[in-house]
């Protein structure tokens, strides 16, 4: 059992930048691949990026590609994303979650998620 629980989300000014944080808990943390997915109020889930095993290996959704980064530190049990030149698309309710498996954009082959952060991007 995995508990995930994020924080860092707020309201900023398009072109702001915000650093979400999801800590991990209950289980050791370094031998799953961990991702950020978003979801807009009446949207599905929609994957914005993931990390693999080791944090050598990255993977970003073309929409946030060069303005996103991912990056975990196991010593602590936490994944970042760090968002950088934000849009009002953005906007969204940032979910972490946790798996053994491969790095995947699909939703429902991860294992655990945490409840959700908000962010929200002003025009």
């Known amino acids: 059992q995995v508990q995930l629980v994020e924080s860092g989300g707020g309201l900023v000014q398009a072109g702001g930048s915000l650093r979400l944080s999801c800590a991990a808990s209950?289980?050791?943390?370094?031998?799953?691949?961990m991702a950020w997915f978003r979801q807009a109020p009446g949207k599905g889930r929609e994957f914005v990026a993931a990390?693999?095993?080791?944090?050598?290996?990255?993977y970003y959704a073309d929409s946030v590609k060069g303005r996103f980064t991912i990056s975990r530190d196991n010593a602590k049990n936490t994944v970042y994303l760090q968002m950088n030149s934000l849009k009002p698309e953005d906007t969204a309710v940032y979910s972490c979650?946790?798996?053994?498996?491969?790095?995947?954009?699909?939703?429902?082959?991860?294992?655990?998620w945490g409840q959700g952060t908000q962010v929200t991007v002003s025009s």
């Open positions: 979650t946790a798996g053994k498996i491969y790095p995947t954009v699909v939703a429902g082959l991860y294992d655990y």
């Open positions: 209950g289980r050791t943390f370094s031998s799953y691949v």
């Open positions: 990390i693999n095993w080791s944090g050598i290996s990255t």
